[in-house]
C-alpha cells in the first residue's frame, strides 16, 4: 500500500507558510564547481528534474501541477511519472507545487488548469519525459560511478542493476549525483509503448484514501492558521448588482463579531471569532441592496427571449454545416420538428466555497481548494495590489470541483477581507445558502431540431438550432472566434474533440447566442449535457419516426465514425439490445463524443404510474485511447451517471427577480444511494490518441434514460429537470 | 460553556447553547473530520454518533449534546485499528473528492452496528447522505464487505 501523502504535505506546507510566509518547495541552491545547479525539496533531497525529488531512502516525491478534485488525476499522473522513471511503486508520494514557484521557476511545471477533462491527457506525454528524463540521469549517475556503458544497465523498482557484473545500486545512494548531471536531451528520452506498461494502465490503489477515510484530509475549509479568523460573506442576489448600504450597529454587540466589511462594490462579509459567530451576526445584519434593472428578469422572461432565438429569422453564428439544409427540409417529403430545453444547474460542491487569506504590504498567501492555481494567483495579485514574488497561492484538497472551483470569485473575496485585517489570517467559507445563490451556473438553452426524410425513409437534412448562453462570452471572450462560441457545439462540430458522429447529407448546426445577466460557468460535462440530451432524443425521434429501431437507424448514419459506432455497439451489445428485456423493463441509448473521447450509454428503466422511474442498470462505454488506470475510470463513469441523472431528475435553478429561488439541497437535491442504478462499464480503449474521462458520460446518462422513458410510456421529455414534470425516482 | 464527551473525552467548550453540535466540534474542539455541507441535516457529511446512533450535527444544538457519548470520524478506530467499515472502504477504494465520506462511514458504521448484515434495501432506507461525486456503487459494495469481514 503506498503512503496517502496529501495530509502530511498539507501538514508540512502549513508548517511552512506558517513559520517562514514565503517558503516553497525548494529551500536553496548548491552550485556546485563546473556542474549545474541542484534544487532541493524543503527537506533538502535534491530534485532531479521539477517533476522527481528523490529521498536517500528510496521515497520518490513526484510533483503534480493538476489538481485533485475527486477524479483520481493526482494518482493517474504519478503513474505515469512512476512508469517511465521505473521507481519503487509503494515509495511514491506526491506533491503539489505552488504557482508562485512556478513563476519564480519560469513555469516549468506547465499548466496547472484543471478543466475539461485534461488533467492527464493535455500532460501525460511532458510528464512521462519527465520520468524518463530522471530514470536517464539517475541510471547514468550509476554507469559513472561504475565506469560501464549505460547500456549495460537496468532500472526497475529504484534499483539500477548492471547486467553483466550483477552489481547493484538504488536511486537513493545516486540521487546527488544525478541530480548534478545535464539531463538528456529532450530527442533522446524515448517513451514506452503503452502496452508495455507496468504501473500505468493498472488500476493501482489511489494514493489519497486513507486520510479520506480517517478525516485526516485537510479540505480548505478546515484549514488553520494561528490567529486566525472566521468570515462570512453575502454577495448581491440579484446579479450583477451592488450592496447599497447595511447597519452594522444592529450586530455591534453580537458575540465573537470582530469587523463587518464590504467586499468589492456588491458584498459584505462579517468577520469572528469562530464562523458560527461570523455566520450569526451576518444573518442578523440589515443589508440594502441596489438592484437595478436584472431584478426584472426571471425564467420565463428568459426563456421567452430565447425561445425567440429559435426563429430562423434571427441572427445564428453557424457551427457545423454541409449541403442546404433548410432548402432540403423545405422540399422533403416528411418533416419532424421538436423543441427541446435545458435550465441552468449548480455545480453544488459538497464544500462550499472557501479560501484563507493572510495579508502584510509585504506578502499575500492564500490556502484553497482551486482547479487553476495559476488563476488563483492572479486573483491574488489583483486582489492585493501586489507583485508575483509578493504573492502565493497553496492549494488544498478539494471537496468537489466539477468546474466550479475553475473560477476565483471566492479567492479575490478573500483577499479582500484579508487586506482590511493586514498581519490577521482570515478563513472565508461559504455558506450553502451562499454556494447555492452565486453559482457559476450551467448555461441555459434551448434548441429545436428539424429532422427531413426521402421516400425512402432515408433522412435527407437536420437542422439543429441552438438559442440560448455562451459560457465563453462570459468566463473567456478572448477565446471566441469573431463573436462565436465553438464550445456551444461540444458533440456537434465538424471535427475536433467534440466531433458529431452522424453523416447526414445536409446539415446545418447553429447557434443564437442570447446571454441573460446570471454568471455562466463551466459546469462538469458543459455543453455535452444539453446537446447530446437534443440530439440523442431527437435521434430516437427520428427513428420512431419512420417505425426504425433506434440502434439501427443510428448505425446507418454512423458508418464514416467507426469510433463512436464502436462504443454505440459494444453497450448495445452488453445491454442486449434487439433481445427482449425482462418484464416490464425499457431501453434507452444514447452515444456522444466530448473531450476527445468516445462514450455512449444505455439504461434499463421501468415506470410506475406513468410518474415513477426505476433505474435498474447502466451500461456505458468509453474510448479515451488510452487508459492509465481502470479502476478510476470506472468510478468516473459511475460517477458520471450520479451527477447526469441528479441534474435530469432533481437539477435545475431557476431565476426569479434577477436572482437564484434554490437555496439548499431541499429545492435543489441530490441523487442518494437507493436510487443509484448498477453501471457496468466496458472499456474500449482503441489507442492512438488521448481523452478525457471526468466529464464525456454525464452527456449520455439523461438520453438514455429518457429514450427508454420512451420506449415505456410513448412519452416523450423534452425538458429538464423531470421534477417540474412531477416525474421522480420510484 | 458546555462540556461535551468526545471520542471518550470530556471537553469543556465555551460556545451558547444552541450552536449547532457540528460547529462546537469543529471550531472549539478542533476535529474538522466531521464536514460541513448543508446546515439544514440534509447532505449528512456532519453525522457523527451520538449514544451510538447516527446523527447530523448541524441540526442538534450543544445542549443536547450534553451528557451524552459523541463519536466523531476521529473516534471511529478504536485500539489502534480503523473501524471494518473504515477498512472496507480502503480496501474497495471508495473516496473521490472524499469530502462526504467521513458522514458516510459514520452512517455506514451505525447502520452495521444496528444491523449486522444489511440487505441492498437496508442500506437504501439507511444511508441517505448525497454524494455529489457519486461513489454510491463503491459504498455499496464496501457495506457489504465490511458486513461480511
Redesign the interface.
Known sequence: MNQHVMPKLNRRAFVIGAAAAGAGLAIGLDIPFGGPQVVRAADGSPEVNVWVVIRPDNTTVIRVARSE????TLTGLAQLVAEELECDWSKVITEYPTPGQSVARKRPWGDFSTGGSRGIRSSQEYVRKGGATARMMLVQAATNEWKVPASECTAANSVITHTPSGRTTTYGKVVEAAAKLTPPADADVKLKDPKDWKIAGKGV??L????????????G??F?LPGML?AAIKDAPVFGSKLKSYDEAKIAGM?GVKKVVKVGDSAVAVVAD???HAKTALDALPIVWDEGENAKVSSESIAKWLAEGLDNSQPAFIGNQNGDAKAAIASAVKKVEAVYNYPYQNH?????MNATALYTPDKCEVWCGTQNGEAAFAATLEASGLPAEKCEVHKL??????GRRGMTDYVRQAVLIAKQMPGTPVKL?W??EEDMAQGKFHPVTQCKLTGAFDADNNLTALHVRLSGQSILYTVRPAALVNGMDTAAFQGLSPSGDAAFGYSVPNLLVEHSMRNPHVPPGFWRGVNVNQNAIYMECFMDELAHSVGQDPVEFRRKLMSKHPKHLAVLNAVAEKIGWGKPAPQGVYRGIAQVMGYGSYVAGAAEISVTDGSKIKVHRIVASTDPGYIVNP?QVE?QI??????GL?ALFYGGCTVKDGKMEQT???TYN?????E?P??ECVMVPSGGFWGGVGEPTIGVAAPAVLNAYFAATGKRIRSVPLKDQNITFA | MANLTINGKTINVDVEDDTPLLWAIRENVGLTGTKYGCGIALCGACTVHVDGVAMRSCGMTVSEAVGKQITTIEGLASNGALHKVQQAWIAHDVPQCGYCQSGMIMAVAALLKEKPKPTDQDIDEAITNICRCGTFQQVREAIHAAASA
Not at chain 1, 453544488?348 to 462550499?352: C, D, G, I, L, W
Not at chain 1, 484538497?397 to 466539477?402: K, N, R
Not at chain 1, 441530490?670 to 437507493?674: D, F, G, P, Q
Open positions: 478534485m475527486g477524479q483520481g490503489k489511489r489519497d484514501t486513507v486520510d479520506k477515510t480517517t478525516g485526516a484530509m485537510i479540505y475549509a478546515d488553520k472566521n458575540k469562530t464562523w458560527w453544488a460542491t459538497m464544500e462550499p484538497i478539494l471537496g468537489g470541483g466539477f467559507l455558506s450553502r479502476a468510478r459511475a460517477g458520471s451517471f450520479v451527477y441528479s439548499n439541497f431541499d441530490s441523487m442518494r444511494i437507493a443509484m448498477k453501471v
